[in-house]
């Protein structure tokens, strides 16, 4: 175990924070041989994974950082129509979908380029272009923290939701996610219909697109929309996309006829924040070290120099001035530590 680490390199917004105790997990034993020491016992941790999602809001962790590095991914079983693929928690998640894809296995495809490690996943249910992690998940290992058992969650145990799961909330920190076992297709499934998949195809003249040629559109396409996190500090979308109800919908609507919004079960409407925030004025608003990112204003960045809390501090101003706008409470997606 590590003492004093500088937890920069280990979060996408590239905020500096001192972890009081750090260590690297590249195995099960590691991780039960971590559960013995009294350090554990004593200290409060925080499961690290690629830290794309994640606000260091202190210049210090008074605690344990622990970062998932396992390896390792493997066919389980194959048959004619599919396959389940184990993938250990610490792959990396852009290169996972890239060699599903490249092994002619359907099902992770539109989750291309998000980065970030396979254990993080589940946490928050990734999605992107219409597809979650959650339609391909089949099982996950997690060990017990206090007992150092390993646990296998279903899909239906995980309770996924937009961006949500059981490991985010009732669970948290209670348990380590070690692998996850994905059910892909050998069946052409690909899902074109969402956002502006079927513009850039027609763009590069794209009729009926090969499951690596849909792979490839979507890494463009978010290459063109969300900032190179090795280049400007951020972690992805910052906010949720709000979901109000129909009747609020409909009054915003007459006064914004052009206010794009996706249909929810039970009378509901789901509005992207990127919209709501773009016409409060944000898009594009940066002071030296923190901004809204210029061609999506979902994304805060960081440009280097700043602390967590100016994040914090612009997130607030966000928000209030979207409420005031709209009505609307828009809440982080991002976890604040
Ligand atoms: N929009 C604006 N202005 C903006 C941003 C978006 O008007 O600055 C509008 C767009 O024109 C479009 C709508 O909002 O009509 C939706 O935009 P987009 O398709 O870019 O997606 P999003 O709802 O802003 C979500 C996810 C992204 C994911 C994309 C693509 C959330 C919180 N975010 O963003 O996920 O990549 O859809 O499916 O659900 C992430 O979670 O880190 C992430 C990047």
Known sequence: MKTNVNLQPYNSFGF???AKYFVEINGLDDLRKLIDTPEFK???HL???GGNNILFTNDIFDGIVILMNNKGVEVIHEDEEDAIVRAQAGE????FVKQMVARGLY???NLAHIPGKVGAAPVQNIGAYGMELKDSFLQCEAMDLTTGQTRIFTNEACRFGYRESIFKHELKGQYIITSVDFQLSKQSTLKLEYG???????????????LQQLHDAICAIRDAKLPDVKQIGSAGSFFKNPVIEAAQFETLQKQYPSIPHYDEPENRVKVPAGWLIEQAGWKGWRNEHVGVYENQALVLVHYGGGKGLDIVELANKIQNSVNEKFGIQISPEVNFV
């Open 47 to 49: 499961i690290l994974s």
């Open 16 to 18: 500096s924070a001192t």
């Open 107 to 109: 099902g992770v495809e």
């Open 42 to 44: 004593k200290e409060k």
């Open 92 to 95: 990396d998640w852009p290169k």
């Open 196 to 210: 502006n998949i079927k513009a850039y195809l027609a763009e590069h003249s794209i009729e009926q697109p090969t």
